[in-house]
Each structure stands twice: as structure tokens, then as C-alpha cells.
């Protein structure tokens, strides 16, 4: 059967000159483009075939897992400002070097989390890193549609520290774990990527296993610079008496004291006071080089 491309045309890295390589690369495909958000979504769940491709960022990559029929095996060409997912399963940055290998690429079936019945590839997040998100995505889109770069993200996050003064105070309850400032739940390391440094939140979580979990119990100004060492060396999370980590999780309740922001996979989908986090585990195979 014929394999499918996805194109997001609005992700940050997608042009049509692009577009025509990665479809080359890939071989005989149909190309399919996305017009609005949740449509790859829909176009996942009416395509009849073995092998779907998306080119796209990481919320599309989520869309399509959300649609994809049983059986279907899925790969990731990255088109996004970070890409977690594919480069996460070993793909280079590079969108055309990442067809090439995927048009030769072998199955692999992994686990996925879903949120309130959502499902995510990567990360779900409550507080704040949502927030971040939610900040982020306020500055807007270009006349092309597309999203700034890395660096207007750090200057997002720096100056959502500064009107924090960095502090946090516990606000939410991991449901027999402990209270927490906010929470990070991972389903691949890593977590995600500041340009080309991964970071580890989550660096005992596997791709067949269940969801990992941490949780600052709560953050101070003075307490930063060893979280950042945590997350770039991928190391000392478990140990730290001032975070709580649980690891291979088939379901964590997490309850807001009040409505906080829930990222997906980098995709703010609202406020929650209630989340409930679960493992579908040998859920989808995925194309691996």
C-alpha cells in the first residue's frame, strides 16, 4: 500500500522547496497537507495504509498519534523549531537526512501517555513549563505562520522566572506521592531540547516503559542552578531530597489547588484542577533508523 506524507506547511521549518526533497527522499508517497488545527488529527484517522510520515513540529507529531488506526506504522520527519520526537528516536536534525533514513527504517514499538484521554508522545506538563508555553505562544506567529525562535523562548522563560522572583510554592498533589510546586511527566528521554542540548527531566523513563515522573516540592531563587545541572547532566534527580521522582508509572492522579496551564508535547490544551495520567503501553509502532 502507498505510504502517506502529513505536511504541516505551518511549522517552523516546513517550506514547499522542503516539502518536494523529504517527499523524494521518502519515495512514492501521497502528500497530504494540513489546513487547521486538529486536522492532522482527522486525516490520520481516514487514511487507510501500513507506513504514515508526517513532516511537521511536535504538535503535529501529537495530532497524528491521536488519529493513527491500530497497525499503522508512524515516522517523524522534523519540521518544528525542536522536534523532540524524532531526534528523541535517534533522527538527525536535518528534515531531507531524516527521510533518507526513514524511507529504510524498521518498526519499533513503544509506549505513549495519555492525559485526561489525550494521548502525548513525550511530555506532559503541569505549572510550570505550561506556562512557559502558554507565554511563549502569545507572542504570535509571523506573516508566514511561523513561531520565533529558541531565543525568544529563553527570553520568555527568563522573564517568567523574573515576575516570579523564582519562587514556588507548593500548588498541586501527585496522589500518594507527596506535594509538589509543579509537575513534569516524561514518556522519552529526553524531555526536550534547549537548541541542541538535550535535557533530562525524566532520565530514567524508557521507551517500552511506563511514565516517569518529577516534581520540585518547591523552587527558590538559590535552588535553580542545581536544578539546571540536573536537567542538562541527567543525574542526581532521584537522590535530591527536594524533588519528588517516580518511575514507571501505569497511572498517577495529579490535583491542582487551583486551575493551572497543561502542556502536551509542547501544545498548551488549557487549565486543569484534575489530571489523570496513564501508561498505554506497546501502543504504536514507530519508524526508527
Do not use: W
Not at 38 to 53: K, R, S
Not at 162 to 174: F, I, T, V
Amino acid at each position: 500500500m502507498r505510504p502517506t506524507l502529513i505536511v504541516n506547511p505551518y511549522a517552523s521549518r516546513v517550506d514547499e522547496r522542503l516539502t518536494d526533497e523529504v517527499a523524494r527522499a521518502l519515495g512514492a508517497v501521497e502528500v497530504l497537507r494540513t489546513e487547521k488545527r486538529g486536522h492532522a488529527v482527522e486525516l490520520a484517522a481516514a487514511i487507510e495504509t501500513d507506513a504514515l510520515v508526517v513532516f511537521s513540529g511536535d504538535g503535529g507529531f501529537n495530532e497524528v498519534l491521536n488519529g493513527v488506526r491500530p497497525g499503522v506504522a508512524v515516522g517523524f520527519v522534523p519540521g518544528g523549531g525542536t522536534s523532540v520526537l524524532p531526534r528523541a528516536l535517534g533522527l538527525p536534525r536535518d528534515p531531507v537526512a531524516a527521510a533518507r533514513l526513514l524511507a529504510h527504517a524498521r518498526p519499533r514499538r513503544i509506549s505513549l501517555g495519555r492525559a485526561n484521554g489525550r494521548r502525548f508522545a513525550f511530555s506532559a506538563g503541569v505549572g510550570l513549563d505550561a506556562e512557559l508555553i502558554r507565554r511563549f505562544d502569545e507572542r504570535g506567529r509571523d506573516t508566514t505562520g511561523k513561531r520565533p525562535g529558541d531565543l525568544a523562548f529563553v527570553a520568555t522563560a527568563l522573564r517568567t522566572l523574573a515576575e516570579h522572583r523564582a519562587r514556588y510554592d507548593p500548588a498541586l498533589e501527585l496522589v500518594g506521592h507527596g506535594r509538589a510546586a509543579f509537575a513534569l511527566v516524561g514518556n522519552l528521554d529526553p524531555y526536550t531540547y534547549a537548541g541542541r542540548l538535550p535535557l533530562h527531566v525524566t532520565p530514567q523513563v524508557t521507551l517500552e516503559g511506563g511514565l516517569d515522573a518529577v516534581a520540585p516540592r518547591r523552587v527558590r531563587a538559590r535552588t535553580l542552578p542545581r536544578l539546571v545541572a540536573y536537567l542538562l547532566s541527567g543525574r542526581g534527580h532521584t537522590r535530591a531530597r527536594d524533588l519528588l521522582y517516580v518511575h514507571d508509572l501505569d497511572r498517577l492522579e495529579i490535583r491542582c489547588d487551583r486551575p493551572l496551564p497543561l502542556q502536551l508535547d509542547g501544545e498548551d490544551v488549557g487549565d486543569v484542577t484534575e489530571v489523570l495520567l496513564e501508561c498505554e503501553r506497546a501502543a504504536v509502532d514507530v519508524l526508527v533508523p
